[in-house]
């Protein structure tokens, strides 16, 4: 099993810039893709980017791409996601996600409880 814990969510003016970080803890010592999800007010939940675990591959939404980057510490088991230039869509619960190397891409096996993202216009 791993655990995921997300931070770094908060109020922001559009334009704005956040960083959100995700410590994993458990089963670390294994291989693991990392990722993000979102869910704006009223919205399904989709996802933002990812990350694979050994090569560092990444994905993108198009609705990100450019404005966001995903990048991990695999020291501290952390990954991170820099979000700049962030539009009052931008605004939900983020999630972060993670899945053995090999298994489901982008990555869901495992889920965060989310941390809150609100872009004011």
């Known amino acids: 099993q791993v655990q995921l814990v997300e931070s770094g969510g908060g109020l922001v003016q559009a334009g704005g810039s956040l960083r959100l970080s995700c410590a994993a803890s458990?089963?670390?010592?294994?291989?693991?893709?990392m990722g993000w999800f979102r869910q704006g007010p009223g919205k399904e939940r989709e996802s933002v980017a990812a990350?694979?675990?050994?090569?560092?591959?990444?994905y993108y939404a198009g609705s990100v791409k450019g404005r966001f980057t995903i990048s991990r510490d695999n020291a501290k088991n952390t990954v991170y996601l820099q979000m700049n230039s962030l539009k009052p869509e931008d605004t939900g619960v983020y999630f972060c996600?993670?899945?053995?190397?090999?298994?489901?891409?982008?990555?869901?096996?495992?889920w965060g409880k989310g941390t809150l993202v609100t872009v004011s216009s």
């Open positions: 996600t993670a899945s053995l190397a090999g298994s489901s891409w982008p990555p869901m096996d495992y």
């Open positions: 990350i694979s675990w050994r090569v560092g591959s990444t």
């Open positions: 458990g089963r670390t010592g294994s291989t693991y893709n």
